[in-house]
């Protein structure tokens, strides 16, 4: 079985994108920008032998705020920049109650299944309380990235970036 680190997308890879108070994805190609520092640390991760995979819930879709065809050129990106495994995103809003979404764990449960991932060998980065109660009901080590909107929210071990996530993570490996 192998280990995993599952990667939020918007506060973890790329950057939030701040909406009057309510930090959200990108919702255009053109907004959407990497954060500093990841191409090294997913390529660390990746020496480290971790599967590296992107989980993002992306409800602008369902609201007509985001084009699928948007979404998709973000996705492209990330796959040419950064040595990514795979990229799961739920296109669903919270009203579709649907099990992809987090803070449910089925985009994790389907990444491992695909992947043949041992959950409880694996770890979730991410920055909000969904992605950790995601992470715990999928029964993997949770890593939250500090920001000024989920002061509060406890996980595992906290991070200031992805940087000192990954540092934590292969820290623990020897």
């Known amino acids: 079985m192998k280990r995993a680190v599952f990667l939020d997308r918007d506060g973890v890879i790329a950057e939030v994108i701040d909406r009057g108070g309510r930090p959200g994805g990108a919702r255009s190609f053109d907004e959407f920008k990497l954060l500093p520092g990841v191409r090294k640390a997913v390529a660390r991760l990746k020496e480290a032998g971790f599967l590296a995979i992107v989980v993002t ?7 007509g705020l985001l084009s699928s ?30 099990s992809c979404r987090k ?3 089925g985009l994790l449960l389907r990444a491992a ?26 029964d993997c080590e949770t890593i939250l990235i500090d920001a000024p909107y989920n002061r509060g929210v406890e996980a595992d071990h906290q991070a200031a970036d992805l940087s000192e996530a990954v540092t934590i993570i292969i820290g623990k490996e020897h």
């Open 57 to 63: 819930n992306q409800p602008d879709i369902a609201r």
């Open 69 to 98: 065809q948007d979404l998709e050129r973000m996705h492209d990106l990330l796959r040419q920049e950064l040595r990514l495994d795979d990229i799961l995103s739920c296109p669903h809003d919270n009203a579709d109650n649907c």
């Open 103 to 105: 803070p449910r764990p």
């Open 113 to 138: 299944k695909k992947w043949e991932i041992d959950l409880a060998r694996s770890v979730i980065v991410g920055d909000r309380e969904s992605d950790v109660q995601a992470g715990r009901s999928a």
